[in-house]
């Protein structure tokens, strides 16, 4: 089972010009793994996951722009190039030599497309139910988009906040939703609860993108230069099993795994399930760390 999350110590840096938020445990000497979170997620989605790694590991888990703790970009710059280039600065300023990437979603196409471009810098990667193509299409894909269009923009009270992310993510365990809740809405001074993230700009950004800044992902998926390890949930309607099968086709370095009773959000779903395959892939690669 999961280990009991630990506080982790909050963090603060500027990326590109914005005031940017992570999150960190364990020691600053051991090896450490830099974690992404997806498109409406945010730093400590990956409690869990660092409470079961903080004995061994340094983990450093950042809020993209526009989501937790990071200052919204006035710019409505949510886009990959972008993020990409907020993890490049966060790596320079804590002098991360060598690292594992490890990305959810949104998270996984920046860790995909920033190990490609900077293969000296990756040991290992982890990508977490994205692959090339899903953001594009298929029904995973219309799911977030219409979540994105029906999204309150505020609720009643804490309860609604709850009763709509238990909605639209039913399969989560009951701590991730805790999580969810506590680290997505604040009460507001009219009483209201609202989001802690742009609601507005990432959903403009994601929902209406400008033709030029997609991110085909094939190219970046042929030039990774460490282990990856893809992980689909196996109820997922996001990435599919032949997608995945293709980039293990495509790239010799990549192997991939189901992970039972998840759906897209795998770490939220099965924590348990999916720390199980983290730390194997770890152990099994041991001698990169």
């Not at 990756?122 to 219309?142: F, N, T, W």
Request: proline letters at 6%.
């Amino acid at each position: 089972m999961p280990t009991k999350p630990t506080a982790g110590a909050d963090r603060f840096t500027t990326l590109n010009g914005l005031r940017a938020h992570y999150v960190e445990w364990g020691e600053p000497d051991a090896p450490p793994i830099v974690l992404l979170h997806g498109l409406r997620s945010y730093a400590r989605t990956w409690e869990a996951v660092a409470a079961a790694l903080a004995d061994r590991h340094r983990l450093i888990a950042l809020d993209h722009r526009g989501r937790g703790d990071s200052a919204w970009d006035p710019a409505g710059e949510y886009v990959t190039d972008a993020y990409v280039s907020d993890l490049e600065q966060l790596v320079d300023a804590l002098d991360l030599r060598r690292f594992t990437l490890v990305g959810h979603s949104m998270g996984g196409t920046n860790a995909i497309v920033y190990a490609a471009r900077r293969p000296e810098r990756v040991r290992l990667a982890l990508i977490e139910d994205i692959g090339p193509g899903s953001s594009a299409s298929g029904a995973g894909a219309e799911r977030i988009r219409r979540e994105l269009e029906r999204t309150p923009r505020a609720f009643a009270g804490r309860d609604e906040a709850r009763a709509y992310w238990r909605s639209v993510r039913p399969d989560v365990s009951q701590a991730a939703l805790d999580s969810r809740v506590d680290n997505t809405v604040h009460a507001a001074a009219d009483g209201t609860w609202v989001w802690k993230f742009d609601v507005e700009g990432i959903a403009r950004a994601r929902l209406d993108p400008e033709p030029g800044r997609s991110v085909d992902l094939w190219p970046h998926v042929e030039a990774l230069r460490c282990p990856t390890l893809v992980l689909r949930g196996a109820r997922s309607d996001f990435l599919p099993a032949e997608t995945c099968a293709e980039m293990a086709a495509r790239q010799p370095l990549i192997t991939w795994e189901e992970i039972p009773e998840a759906g897209h959000y795998v770490h939220d779903d099965n924590p348990a399930g999916y720390l199980a395959v983290l730390l194997r892939f770890l152990d099994r690669h041991r001698g990169l760390l």
